[in-house]
């Protein structure tokens, strides 16, 4: 069990080449926001769009960009003090407090429970969630897919002890998902979508019914407490980017689609499962979250109880 905690908690450590890019980018400027973003969502739409940055400089802040793999190490580069601002998914989190990181939900989008599943080959024998009991089942750990499969499991009737989970990054666990080596693969968007376009994976179960899937916006505690006006200025332009992207999600697709090295078609797929409205957090939704972290501490997946609350951004400050 101490392994699995420390695999676990390892899943937020950062390579010191992304820390030390990300500090680096700071060093000699007295007035700089610093944005972590992954490959797709609303913060590479608002990067690409250029809107953020004549916002900003208008009150003397510079915008640096950092692209990370995944919800994890950017959550790292925030408890580290290498950037300011950046989003995941609902699981990140929960490890990064356990950690013990200062990080701050400033905001949330809607549930979407459709953008992430556990998939099966075409012809898998699988046919249910029960069926995973003995299987190999990949996935990223510490990611928003790791809830999935806990909550599906526990529905299904399913221990988590029963299953053989197999952590891997997305690239690597669609190659394992492809040439056989694992039963299952729990995945989010647009990974999801790609491989049901590529090799006709089907789902066993997607989050309806199980799981919110939320995604949610932070700050550093340090950064929100100074600059709260400057985090504000980033969540109404990144409300616009996400007006105009449930409005035209064709061009969205067509301005995703090369950045991430995917088809438009599979692209629109993503989106259309996405939710949009970048909102405050609400008592309901710290209340949702505080759920996923008792749920991964009942199974000693992080070392610790934590409060959700106590990291939530409060009405006006």
């Known amino acids: 069990m101490r392994r699995i905690i420390q695999r676990l908690i390892a899943a937020i450590v950062l390579s010191i080449g992304i820390v030390a890019a990300a500090v680096g980018t700071s060093y000699g400027q007295d007035k700089v ?16 769009k250029g809107t953020l940055e004549p916002k900003l400089a208008a ?19 925030l408890n580290v003090g290498a950037i300011d601002f950046g989003n ?4 990140p989190p929960i490890f990064a407090q ?54 599906a499991l526990e529905k299904a009737g399913v221990k988590y002890s029963e299953i053989e989970p197999v952590f891997l990054a997305p690239a690597d666990a669609r190659a394992a998902f492809e040439r056989g080596a694992v039963d299952a693969w729990v995945i989010w968007d647009p990974f999801q979508a790609a491989a049901e376009a590529a090799t006709g994976a089907r789902t066993l179960a997607d989050g309806t019914g199980i799981v919110a899937n939320y995604q949610f916006y932070f700050s550093s505690k340090k950064f929100l407490e100074a600059n709260p006006k400057v985090i504000d200025a980033v969540l109404a332009e990144l409300s616009a980017v996400d007006d105009w992207a449930k409005g035209d999600i064709h061009a969205v697709a067509e301005q995703l689609a090369p950045a991430i090295g995917l088809p438009v ?3 629109e797929v993503a989106l259309k499962r996405q939710a949009y409205g970048i909102k405050p957090i609400t008592d309901a939704v710290v209340a949702d979250q505080q759920q996923v972290a008792d749920a991964f501490f009942a199974l000693n997946l992080i070392p610790k109880s934590i409060k959700i609350s106590d990291v939530a951004r409060k009405p006006g400050s």
């Open 265 to 267: 078609p599979v692209v």
């Open 59 to 77: 009150d003397g802040y510079k915008v640096v960009w950092t692209e990370f793999p995944s919800g994890p190490p950017l959550l790292e580069a």
């Open 98 to 151: 356990a950690a013990g990181a200062p990080i701050q939900y400033v905001a949330y989008e809607p549930p979407a429970p459709k953008g992430e599943a556990i998939l099966v080959p075409k012809d898998s024998p699988l046919k249910s969630v029960t069926d995973l009991k003995g299987k190999k089942v990949a996935l990223n750990k510490g990611s928003n897919v790791h809830y999935l499969l806990v909550k």
């Open 88 to 91: 995941t998914g609902e699981a």
């Open 33 to 48: 926001v610093r944005i972590g973003y992954q490959k797709y969502g609303k913060l590479v739409l608002l990067k690409s």
